[in-house]
């Protein structure tokens, strides 16, 4: 069971490599330093949002969308008033602007993260 939930957790920091690298390739953010992503990848992907898509089959997939989406939401919006950890180019996000409508937009894709995840996390053995 230990080894299925640290499964789960390296899903979600392969995941959160995914995304970084796309982010980088395209962009859509840059890092301060580059150790920000990678604290990014191991804390907030690998043990966050892995530890939600542990939860997903006991508390369903609509709690762990909404409690990842708050926590993205407060994460986003702590980067813009006390991390500073990254910055977006033009001051948007796709379409979004404004630390916001930013950080709502950044909020569901968290959102998505546990469940994506947990859909991914490999049979029972």
């Known amino acids: 069971m230990l080894r299925r939930k640290a499964d789960v ?3 979600a920091a392969a995941f959160g490599v995914l995304a970084e690298t796309l982010a980088r390739a395209t962009r859509l953010w840059v890092y301060r330093s ?3 992503p990678t604290l990014n990848v191991i804390f907030m992907f690998g043990v966050v ?3 939600l898509a542990v939860l997903v089959p006991r508390r369903g997939t609509g709690f762990c969308f ?3 989406a708050v926590v993205g939401f407060l994460y986003e919006l702590a980067n813009f008033h006390l991390l500073h950890w990254w910055w977006f180019p033009a ?3 796709l379409i979004f602007r404004g630390e916001l409508q930013i950080s709502l937009a950044l909020a569901l894709m968290w959102g998505v993260v546990p469940p994506l995840v947990a859909a991914l996390r490999p049979p029972k053995r």
């Open 66 to 68: 909404a409690a990842a």
């Open 34 to 36: 580059p150790v920000y």
């Open 49 to 51: 949002m892995g530890l």
């Open 91 to 93: 001051g948007k996000f």
């Open 9 to 11: 957790l390296v899903t």
